[in-house]
């Protein structure tokens, strides 16, 4: 599950900063050559950016929390497969030609979140700290 919480991070992280720098791109190609630039161009960054850094700071948080021994960063997890699914899905769908890519998205953003919630039903409130603080030696 920590490996989980730490792919999100990095792959949130990676994403904000290589759609920034591919935004930035087209903007510097369509102002060359005098194109407008409207709400078709950056409505994708946008969406792609804003959902990016969701992932990444909830993926970041469920880490240090469940670290900390807080089961209950399970649910963020869940959360971060509902806001990756929105995104995930209409971009699968844009880019692919395939019509099964979309469903095979949601199942996966399903799987995700069946996994977090088994998760923590799986380890059980006998491994939760005391308000989330280290064990004292």
């Known amino acids: 599950m920590q490996a989980l919480h730490l792919i999100f991070f990095i792959a949130g992280t990676f994403l904000v900063i290589a759609v920034s720098i ?3 791109h ?3 190609s369509l102002e060359s050559y005098g194109a407008p630039i409207d709400g078709d ?3 994708g960054p946008y969406i792609a950016i804003a959902a990016s850094l969701v992932t990444a700071v909830l993926g970041g948080s469920s880490f240090l929390l469940l670290r900390n021994g807080e089961r209950w960063a399970c649910w963020i997890s869940v959360l971060v497969w509902s ?3 929105f995104p995930a899905f209409i971009n699968v769908s844009a ?4 019509f ?4 095979i998205v949601t199942m996966v953003c399903i799987g995700g979140s069946v996994f977090a919630t088994a998760a923590y039903f799986l380890m059980g409130p ?3 700290r005391d ?3 280290h064990p004292r030696p």
């Open 22 to 24: 591919r935004y930035a």
């Open 26 to 28: 087209t903007v510097v």
């Open 41 to 43: 161009v950056r409505r």
């Open 83 to 85: 806001v990756l699914w």
């Open 95 to 98: 880019f692919l030609n395939w």
């Open 100 to 103: 099964a890519a979309p469903i």
């Open 126 to 128: 006998d491994r939760q």
């Open 131 to 133: 308000g989330g603080e």
